[in-house]
């Protein structure tokens, strides 16, 4: 006969967490008149009731994370800004679509940048492959590739990733095998 451990859920924990499920079920009818905050919102409570079970964990795969953020660092026009905004998406992943709950605003102060600027890094991510631009009407909606990370798991995973668009950063080089021209000082200064 096995065993079944199980954690023991406080009275205080168990309502806690009730009432964010009933508070997910009151959010939901509000999401054609106020999408993006609706989705925040269940962000939130979908983010609470994940810490509440434990830590919240993105799967990440090392060589595609590594390559996009060597495309970043060698092709993007503002590296910082691209590199900061990569870098905050993965804090704002939605839990069960991978769609990044941001508006502008939030972008720009994470990059510390303009609107004009975030845009140009967003498209630069989106030609790339490792994030995935989702337009209805005027709203445009921005989902991480689930080939370089996701919050899914199983199936769920395995479906999205086969539908999700190649990563097409090939011939990116590690930035430290730059080939460096130690000499080009010394042929600039013989000819002014």
Same mark, same amino acid.
């Given at each position: 006969m096995k065993g079944h451990i199980a954690r023991f859920r406080s009275r205080a924990e168990s309502l806690k967490q009730?009432?964010?499920?009933?508070?997910?079920?009151?959010?939901?009818?509000?999401?054609?008149?106020a999408p993006v905050a609706v989705r925040q919102l269940l962000t939130l409570i979908d983010r609470h009731t994940a810490t509440?079970?434990?830590?919240?964990?993105?799967?990440?795969?090392?060589?595609? #994370?590594?390559?996009?953020?060597?495309?970043?660092?060698?092709n993007a026009k503002r590296p910082n800004v691209t590199a900061a905004l990569w870098e905050e998406f993965f804090c704002h992943l939605m839990m069960d679509t991978g769609e990044i709950i941001m508006d502008r605003k939030q972008?720009?102060?994470?990059?510390?940048?303009?609107?004009? #600027?975030?845009?140009?890094?967003?498209?630069?991510?989106?030609?790339?492959?490792?994030?995935?631009?989702?337009?209805?009407g005027r709203e445009v909606r921005w989902f991480m590739n689930p080939k370089v990370g996701t919050c899914l798991t199983g199936k769920a995973r395995e479906n999205a990733q086969q539908s999700a668009p190649a990563l097409q950063v090939g011939g990116v080089r590690p930035v430290h095998s730059v080939p460096v021209d130690r000499d080009a000082k010394?042929?600039?200064?013989d000819r002014r």
């Open positions: 009730d009432q964010a499920l009933q508070l997910r079920q009151l959010v939901l009818p509000w999401e054609e008149e509440s079970k434990g830590w919240t964990f993105v799967m990440i795969s090392p060589t595609q #994370n590594r390559d996009v953020c060597r495309w970043i660092r060698a972008m720009m102060e994470a990059a510390g940048t303009t609107s004009s #600027n975030v845009s140009t890094a967003l498209s630069e991510l989106v030609s790339v492959g490792a994030l995935i631009r989702f337009q209805e010394a042929r600039a200064a």
